[in-house]
């Protein structure tokens, strides 16, 4: 069976909070500041201040709406701000306060479980005398390698047959499968990635990988085939081999039927002979048709019938559970999402702490809710933002960066989950969005942070550490950016050189490419 992993990059394993990051930060006189204005702080670090009192000098803070904050991470106190804490479009810094409200609420060591139930038994021939129930709980992270388990671990407790139907029950979530905020028609239309559905039995985070290799000779047709198919997507290959030396290129149009729940991909294009196969994602419309859809195939292979139907329902009170199928820690899974900037683990993660906090169903309502029921335990009153789902993919959601940094020294220091949380951001130099960036030996390891990314706006927030292992924490926001992004990443890497204490050795790199929040 072909390893799942090409869909979407590797869960990272988690990075250890280098010893120096966690020594007492110096104090810092609490107050307030006007925009630009530096509160002062001890004179042994006077060089941040000259540092920081450089940095609106730089181009982008007088063509593009800043707002900046930087605080103490352990004492909150401010240390520099610009742009008069003006609320702005954080993208996908806003999950930030996911990642802190799911810790907070769930813990770090919760899993999302799938139940695998049914109210008949099973007799000494195999046979489930009865109905079969998949219950979902919003498991960002099932792929087809782990549904086989769930089938397979069918097998092994004896059923070979199923009398009654295999019933789906997603009622774990009620709400539009569709990330609210965002109406980008071309999205709704192309079906981009970080644009997926939602639904609480999803599987392959409900994207389809369509793998394209070249033909057996030139003027062959090609070969396209989906890693894994179902009914729920359909495939109309008119892709040509071209000559080795020909240009490859490939254009899929994805259309959805009158229903909506059938999504076909037209492949035109041409693959040179002998090259290799590539895989192209793209999303699908219906999560639960796909999720039945490849479930249904993987009982087929176990040699499991089904004598009814494979269909959408409630699971009865009297079900008795056969097996439970769980995800990772949550830990882990949030550090997927913010070390690759994971829309649909947002949006599901929100949506089950919605659900957990205030009752089923969970709905993106409800999550957003909860975030702002845990902004108000710290302190920070509700003019100061604007939610509508835990992702950020929207124009419509507005923080302040003292919002942030207020979030920030929450977790720096809770001991309970600030450790986990820290482990979920990407570390400067060495992995996720973060990877390409700060990764001189002087600035290597100094950077934990989130990155975020939209048309016009780009923004960085996280924690430094300064070479005399004083802790900063700060978010940084730039919207109406006119031209380059990369104006933008230049002076967030300016800020953050200013506060490692190494202003002369900073990266002037574009960095990685986030999977989340490209238009």
């Given at each position: 069976m072909r390893l799942h992993s090409l869909l979407l990059p590797l869960l990272l394993s988690l990075v250890c909070l280098p010893s120096a990051f966690a020594t007492d930060p110096q104090d810092v006189e609490p107050g307030s500041a006007d925009a630009g204005d530096i509160v002062r702080i001890p004179t042994q670090i006077q060089p941040l201040q000259d540092a920081l009192a450089q940095l609106a000098s730089d181009p982008i803070f007088s063509s593009a709406a800043v707002s900046v904050q930087v605080v103490d991470a352990e004492s909150g106190a401010q240390v520099y701000q610009w742009g008069d804490d003006k609320a702005l479009v954080p993208a996908s810094t806003m999950?930030?306060?996911?990642?802190?409200?799911?810790l907070r609420t769930l813990g770090p060591a919760w899993t999302f479980p799938t139940w695998v139930m049914t109210p008949a038994r099973i007799d000494d021939a195999g046979l489930l005398d009865g109905s079969l129930y998949i219950k979902g709980q919003g498991d960002p992270t099932m792929v087809v390698e782990r549904m086989y388990r769930m089938v397979m671990d069918l097998r092994l407790q004896g059923v070979k047959e199923i009398k009654g139907d295999v019933v789906f029950d997603d009622g774990y979530f009620a709400?539009?499968?569709?990330?609210?905020?965002?109406?980008?028609?071309?999205?709704?239309?192309?079906?981009?990635?970080?644009?997926?559905?939602?639904?609480?039995?999803?599987?392959?985070?409900?994207?389809?990988?369509?793998?394209?290799?070249?033909g057996a000779a030139s003027g062959a047709l090609a070969h396209a085939d989906f890693e894994s198919p179902t009914a729920a997507v359909v495939l109309e290959n008119k892709l040509t081999t071209g000559s080795k030396t020909s240009r490859k290129w490939v254009k899929i149009e994805r259309k959805l039927d009158e229903t909506g729940k059938i999504t076909t991909f037209t492949l035109t294009g041409n693959v040179p002979l002998e090259s290799e196969a590539d895989t192209y994602y793209k999303t699908l419309s219906d999560p639960l048709g796909n999720y039945i859809g490849v479930f249904t195939g993987l009982l087929k292979q176990q040699g499991i019938k089904v004598r009814g139907h494979m269909i959408p329902g409630t699971t009865p009170s009297d079900a008795k559970v056969l097996y439970v199928e769980r995800s990772e820690a949550l830990v882990n899974i949030l550090a997927?999402?913010?070390?690759?900037?994971n829309n649909f683990i947002a949006e599901q993660v929100a949506r089950t702490v919605g659900a957990e906090r205030y009752g089923l169903p969970g709905t993106t309502a409800k999550g957003t809710q909860a975030i702002s029921e845990y902004l108000g335990q710290i302190g920070i009153p509700a003019a100061d933002y604007a939610l509508v789902n835990g992702s950020g993919l929207s124009r419509n959601v507005t923080l302040r960066p003292s919002v942030i940094a207020k979030v920030l020294v929450d977790m720096w220091n809770n001991p309970s989950v600030g450790p986990e949380f820290l482990t979920t951001l990407s570390v400067g130099g060495r992995d996720g969005t973060l990877r390409s960036r700060f990764r001189e030996e002087a600035m290597a390891g100094r950077v934990r942070g989130k990155t975020g990314t939209l048309n016009g706006v780009h923004c960085l927030t996280g924690y430094v550490r300064s070479q005399d292992d004083h802790v900063y924490a700060f978010a940084f926001l730039v919207n109406d950016i006119d031209g380059a992004l990369s104006r933008a990443r230049r002076a967030h890497d300016r800020l953050v050189g200013a506060l490692a204490g190494t202003t002369g050795n900073v990266a002037d790199s574009d960095g990685e490419g986030e999977q989340a929040n490209k238009p």
């Open positions: 999950k930030v306060l996911t990642s802190a409200t799911a709400d539009t499968t569709l990330i609210p905020g965002w109406d980008n028609d071309d999205d709704m239309e192309d079906g981009p990635t970080y644009f997926a559905p939602l639904g609480a039995l999803s599987v392959n985070y409900n994207i389809a990988a369509i793998v394209v290799r070249p997927e999402m913010n070390k690759h900037s």
